[in-house]
């Protein structure tokens, strides 16, 4: 069955710091990938996502994403924090070789950002 | 464009009980997947419904339950509600059919089983 293992559950970085998030993924064939983040008491908001194409996402928010197969990795970076990025980030992927869409998601990290 | 919407937003409940959650998907999407999120860990799919059939399930027991409608809206289902119940309930909307893929989140409810 398909995972997503997020490497650290809690990340602090300073404002203005580079944010990296870990994600990877166990699976022959690479998945789609997405990012979400969720806010407290709130629903999850797509980031970004990895289909098909150039291997480098931008989203919004200024994050971004590569896709790198021989790591079956999917990290999320932004250069510069702002408080506002605090929240839970989660990366979920769907298997390409599957009909549907149905997320298998991280345990997510916790974004933390100290003034 | 309406977004995903979720009722109701909190709920609580006692052990035994059955709970009815809503979902109303953003205009145009035509499948519903709901997701169970307990306190510190990732959301767990539970069902995914397209054109009013259960397309795909995850590991949750029968007394998990789900309707799809006509116009794409959806319910969840459970029955006997146990301690472990407890969490916030997360819709999704999406277009079946495209190579998009991507997944429309609601606000979610929060259950509370005592």
């Known amino acids: 069955a398909q995972s997503v293992t997020q490497l650290g559950s809690h990340v602090s970085v300073s404002e203005g710091a580079l944010v990296l998030l870990r994600c990877n993924y166990s699976?022959?064939?690479?998945?789609?990938l997405f990012w979400y983040v969720q806010y407290p008491n709130q629903g999850l908001q797509l980031l970004l996502k990895?289909?098909?194409?150039?291997?480098l996402v931008k989203g919004i928010n200024g994050f971004e994403a590569e896709f790198k197969k021989s790591e079956t990795s999917f990290h999320l970076t932004k250069p510069s924090a702002h408080m506002s990025d605090a929240a839970e980030y989660f990366c979920?992927?769907?298997?390409?070789?599957?009909?549907?869409?149905?997320?298998?998601f991280g345990t997510g990290t916790q974004l933390k950002v100290e003034l | 464009e309406t977004g995903v919407t979720q009722s109701p937003t909190h709920l609580i409940k006692t052990r035994g009980q059955q709970v009815t959650l809503r979902c109303s998907s953003q205009?145009?999407?035509?499948?519903v997947s709901w997701y169970q999120q307990a306190l510190g860990q990732g959301p767990q799919f539970i069902f995914q419904?397209?054109?009013?059939?259960?397309?795909g399930r995850g590991n949750f027991p029968p007394r998990f339950s789900g309707l799809q409608f006509p116009n794409y809206s959806s319910e969840l289902n459970v029955n006997a509600l146990e301690l472990d119940d407890s969490a916030l309930y997360l819709c999704?909307?999406?277009?079946?059919?495209?190579?998009?893929?991507?997944?429309?989140f609601g606000p979610g409810t929060r259950l509370t089983v005592l």
């Open positions: 205009s145009g999407h035509n499948t």
């Open positions: 999704a909307s999406s277009l079946t059919g495209t190579s998009d893929h991507e997944q429309f």
């Open positions: 419904y397209y054109r009013e059939e259960e397309n």
């Open positions: 990895y289909t098909t194409g150039a291997t």
């Open positions: 699976s022959s064939v690479p998945p789609y």
């Open positions: 979920a992927v769907i298997p390409n070789f599957e009909g549907g869409n149905k997320l298998t």
